[in-house]
């Protein structure tokens, strides 16, 4: 099949590549930069060098690629910056699936995330509705996914994929990365925001896990399907796990509000309502299995 891969640049999308070449696609693959372009050419695609946010560009850009399918697995993290990543969700999918739509372009592929949930008790399934009345910042971020959700499915076969939060190589928690700078207290700022000890139940899943869902889903019915591991856990759980893999230092209990308890000199910080991580039974029907089911041993085996 012929493919148009926006964001073949990135964390997950580097992954994915080789997979679809693998299968047999043929690939054409964006970038912002020439250099990065020339590392999707490396990879087996047509490496082709685009910004999201010029709609003529990316229109031209699918138009000669002429795909089958388009794959979104654009996102604008790299520098942690939460406005410039809804900025690229709203206009960037708009833009991107007016020029699949201008191509002929049936299938999207798209690439949105697992804890945009409403809160609840048990791990989200994808009947819930998102939160979108949540208060700011979290409500605008919400909105976002919910725009580039709504957009892809203009098309007529729209399948998103809600990944848990993303680990492996090249993501923020791989050995190297800013989540290890912050544990070690050289960095801090919003990669400290996830790395508070506390009962917030969250969902991770490999980039490998989550390239092979892509995979997958050029194949599978329109509508969002959660790509997760098999283990939603509370940070209390998962964090010292994650520290002893990167080698750094466990953060200690924040301070609880509540009075402490006797035996254990407090109770862990209040946990974010909406924190509950979501289930993969879904992805699970469709035949998509986890090669690493629990960050557990996950975290420790995040090498290349
Ligand atoms: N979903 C999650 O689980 C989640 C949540 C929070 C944080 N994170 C972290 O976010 C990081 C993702 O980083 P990343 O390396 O994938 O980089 P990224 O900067 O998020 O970029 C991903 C892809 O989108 C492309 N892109 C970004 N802005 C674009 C634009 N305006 N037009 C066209 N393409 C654009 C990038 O192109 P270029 O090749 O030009 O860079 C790249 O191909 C990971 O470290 C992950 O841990 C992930």
Redesign the pocket.
């Known amino acids: 099949m012929k493919i148009f891969l ?9 992954r994915l590549v080789p997979l679809l070449v693998g299968a047999g696609h043929e690939v054409v693959g ?4 020439e250099e ?2 020339a ?2 050419r490396a990879l087996g695609a047509r490496g082709v060098v ?5 709609a003529d560009r ?1 229109r031209d850009a699918v138009t000669a690629a002429a795909p089958e399918a388009v794959l979104h ?8 910056d939460g406005a ?2 809804s900025r ?1 969700r709203r206009q ?1 999918t708009r833009h991107l699936v007016d020029a699949a739509r201008a191509a002929g372009v049936r299938r999207i592929v798209a ?1 949105s ?1 697992s804890w945009a949930y409403v809160g609840g008790e048990a791990p989200a399934d994808e009947g819930e509705p998102l939160d979108l009345g949540a208060p700011m910042p979290r409500g605008s971020m919400v909105g976002a996914v919910a725009e580039l959700e709504r957009i892809s499915a203009e098309l007529p076969e729209a399948v998103v994929l809600r ?5 492996g190589p ?5 050995p190297g ?3 290890a700078a912050a544990l070690r207290g050289e960095q801090g700022g919003p990669y400290l925001a ?1 790395l508070t000890p506390d009962a917030g139940v969250s969902s991770f ?1 490999h980039v490998d896990d989550a390239a092979a869902a892509v995979l997958a889903a050029l194949e599978w019915p329109a509508g969002p399907v959660n790509i997760v591991d098999d283990e939603p856990a509370p940070a209390t759980a998962w964090l010292p796990v994650l520290a002893a893999a990167l080698a750094a230092p466990a953060p200690a209990p924040a301070p609880s509000p509540s009075p402490p308890s006797a035996a254990e000199g407090g109770e862990p910080a209040e946990a974010a309502g909406w924190a509950r991580g979501a289930s993969n039974s879904l992805a699970r029907t469709r035949g998509w299995t986890p090669e690493r089911p629990s960050w557990r041993t996950g975290f420790a085996d995040q090498l290349d």
């Open positions: 926006a964001g073949a640049g990135g964390a997950l999308g580097r964006t970038s912002r930069s990065g372009a590392r999707v685009v910004d999201a946010l010029d990316l697995q654009l996102t604008d993290l790299s520098a942690a410039a990543n690229l960037g690439q995330i990944n848990g939060l993303l680990y090249g993501t923020w928690y791989a990365g800013p989540v996830g899943v």
